[in-house]
């Protein structure tokens, strides 16, 4: 049994990262969050970014631990604020990880913009770091419309506040979905399953 290190404390990342590599047929994989592993200095994101912050990440695992490490950096781009938060994301109201917070400063800044211009995309970029330099980044982005107050019991972060393209019709935010709906639309379900091929090299 081979294990990947991703490099997070999510513990719904982690559930979802597992559901794509059984959802592959993948057998011989074990993906095991930073919980499970001997604690290591952890390297500011200090990336310009996505791509930038999931490689600092996933070198730092792999190094410190020695295994394949996969790291996700994701966060929400909104058109009418030129691609922000972006990077900044989980941080946005200046407390990193607090999504209450963060989601009413989203709404407070886009208070007076129409529906047709609140535009947005879910972007996540996934880098899969082997201990012999190997570096594989791939990219997902999900575009949708950030919707006037939050909905749905689901999801974490932006997830009640944006209404997919693909889902607009049924009126359903991301937060709306069930995780399994949620992982074949997803910015990082289409990352992730661009890595497909090389867990599969690595479950021998």
Same mark, same amino acid.
């Not at 500011?44 to 996969?70: H, Q, S, V, Y």
């Not at 594989?136 to 909905?151: D, S, Y």
């Not at 019709?169 to 399994?180: D, F, V």
């Given at each position: ?13 982690? @559930? ?6 059984? !959802? ?8 095991? $969050? ?12 200090? $990336?310009?970014?996505? %791509? ?24 929400? !781009?909104?058109?009418? /604020? ?7 994301? @989980? ?14 400063? #989203?709404?407070?800044? #886009?208070?007076?913009?129409?529906? %047709?211009?609140?535009?947005? &995309? *879910? ?32 999801? *974490?972060?932006?997830?009640?506040? *944006?209404?997919?393209?693909? %889902?607009? !019709? @049924?009126?359903?935010? &991301? !937060?709306? /979905? ?5 992982? $074949? /639309? ?5 990352? #992730? ?12």
């Amino acid at each position: 049994m081979s294990s990947v290190l991703l490099a997070s404390r999510n513990r719904k990342k982690l @559930a979802e990262l597992q559901r794509v590599v059984d !959802a592959a047929g993948i057998t011989g994989v074990e993906v095991v $969050g930073l919980d499970a592993v001997p604690d290591y200095p952890e390297e500011p994101e200090t $990336g310009a970014t996505f %791509e930038d912050n999931a490689l600092i990440k996933a070198r730092a695992g792999a190094k410190a631990i020695g295994i394949p490490c996969l790291a996700d950096d994701s966060g929400i !781009a909104v058109d009418a /604020l030129n691609g922000m938060p972006g990077v900044l994301s @989980a941080r946005w109201s200046g407390r990193h990880g607090d999504d209450p917070a963060n989601n009413s400063l #989203l709404l407070a800044q #886009l208070s007076d913009t129409p529906d %047709e211009r609140r535009g947005a &995309a *879910f972007v996540s970029a996934c880098a899969l770091v082997l201990p012999d330099g190997t570096e594989t980044v791939v990219r997902g982005e999900w575009r949708g419309r950030v919707l006037r107050e939050e909905r749905g019991p689901h999801g *974490f972060g932006y997830d009640p506040l *944006f209404a997919p393209e693909d %889902e607009i !019709a @049924a009126g359903r935010s &991301a !937060a709306e /979905l069930s995780p399994e709906e949620k992982d $074949g /639309l997803s910015h990082r379900g289409k990352a #992730l399953a661009q890595l497909v091929p090389a867990l599969r090299a690595l479950a021998g």
